[in-house]
Structures are given as structure tokens and as C-alpha cells.
């Protein structure tokens, strides 16, 4: 099942499991976007495991919301292994700041 994030709409955003969405406020991104995927999936009977792909609208949009809905949309696919608009993420693609 796919699960389709756009965060680059104001006044509300939307999250797609399948066919099935649920929106939520935009000024709330940040805390309830986690929450919005889970309620779904709750409401759907489904378990984050059946998710087997992530897109994700890169925009335009805001930079903020942006940002948030590609950080969640690339943490699941590389938690669950899936691909997110159509590419893997490996852990050689996460950079860690370098220090000194």
C-alpha cells in the first residue's frame, strides 16, 4: 500500500493511505503529521509494515512544510525499507555532520 504525504498546501495538509486521506492542520505539521499517518493507518486496520511505498509532494510550498513531510516521508522509507519517490534510501546516503 502506498502512503502519500503533501505538507505543501496551506491551510491544511493531507496524508493518503491507498485511496483513504485524512487531513489536518498545516500549522501543526511538525507534531501532528506522525499522528495523522498512525490515526490512518489505525482507522484503515493496516500496520506501518504494509506500507510498501512513500511520495511524497516536494513542492512548491513552503520550506518549512517541505521539509517536514520529506523528513518523515525519508525516516519511514529508510526504517521500513521501502522506496520513497520511487528511490531507496541506504544508510550511505545519511550524512552526519562532521565535528573538528
Request: glycine residues 8%; contains cysteine; hydrophobic residues 40%.
Amino acid at each position: 500500500m502506498t502512503l502519500t504525504i503533501d505538507t505543501s498546501k496551506a491551510p491544511s495538509s493531507i496524508v493518503f493511505l491507498g485511496n483513504k486521506k485524512r487531513s489536518f492542520s498545516s500549522f501543526e505539521k511538525s507534531d501532528h503529521l506522525l499522528l495523522a499517518i498512525a490515526n490512518l493507518l489505525v482507522k484503515e486496520n493496516c500496520l506501518l509494515t504494509d506500507i510498501s511505498a512513500i511520495q511524497i509532494n516536494s513542492g512548491p510550498g513552503s520550506f518549512t512544510g517541505l521539509r517536514i513531510g520529506l523528513s518523515v516521508a525519508n525516516l519511514l522509507g529508510w526504517y521500513l525499507k521501502v522506496p520513497v519517490n520511487g528511490r531507496m534510501i541506504s544508510q550511505k546516503q545519511i550524512t552526519l555532520p562532521k565535528y573538528g
